[in-house]
């Protein structure tokens, strides 16, 4: 009985420790070693929300505080690579309407961006100058109770945008 226990035990440590968990900041990176900081400078914004780019900026300073070892930093002078985008377009429109009332019910909005991350030295580090990401919303029917919801939707996507951003930063994708 006790052999069969050990070797059931050692068979779950070895699974545990091969899983690819990790302490929260300390995600692995294909960046080179020699970064340590990064400065996320603000956006620009060729859509017509307004402060959509400062959303998406904040929240790629927070993904990567939050996901990565790095440290951010506000002036690009002092880190080692910078990182900077652009929203293209924004586009928002209706998905579903209701067909008693003729109004819409559901939203989509849509952003176009573009994002660039350079070492120190010059060299691109990452690039992508044409992502696209979706985000629904609901839209209320009773003027009464009207919430706008795309507010809220435009934060998801924000969050969205940053994750998906960072993901592909650290794993060279």
Not at 51 to 68: C, N, P, Q, V, Y
Not at 143 to 155: G, I
Request: proline letters at 5%; a positive charge.
């Amino acid at each position: 009985m006790k052999p069969l226990f050990l070797a059931f035990a050692l068979a779950v440590e070895l699974v545990s420790t091969g899983c690819g968990y990790h302490v929260a900041g300390q995600a692995p990176s294909t960046l080179p070693s020699t970064i340590h900081s990064i400065a996320v400078t603000p956006w620009l914004n060729g859509s017509t929300q307004y402060k959509l780019s400062d959303r998406i900026a904040a929240a790629m300073s927070r993904e990567l505080i939050t996901r990565t070892r790095y440290k951010i930093v506000a002036d690009p002078a002092k880190a080692d690579a910078v990182l900077s985008g652009s929203v293209a377009n924004m586009f928002s429109n209706a998905t579903i309407s209701d067909p008693i009332g003729g109004r819409s019910t559901g939203g989509q909005v849509i952003i176009q961006i573009q994002v660039r991350l350079i070492g120190k030295d010059g060299k691109v580090l990452f690039n992508r100058p044409n992502l696209e990401y979706r985000e629904r919303y609901e839209i209320g029917v009773d003027p009464k109770q009207y919430f706008d919801a795309s507010e809220v939707a435009l934060d998801r996507l924000s969050r969205d945008v940053s994750r998906s951003v960072v993901s592909a930063i650290l794993e060279s994708f």
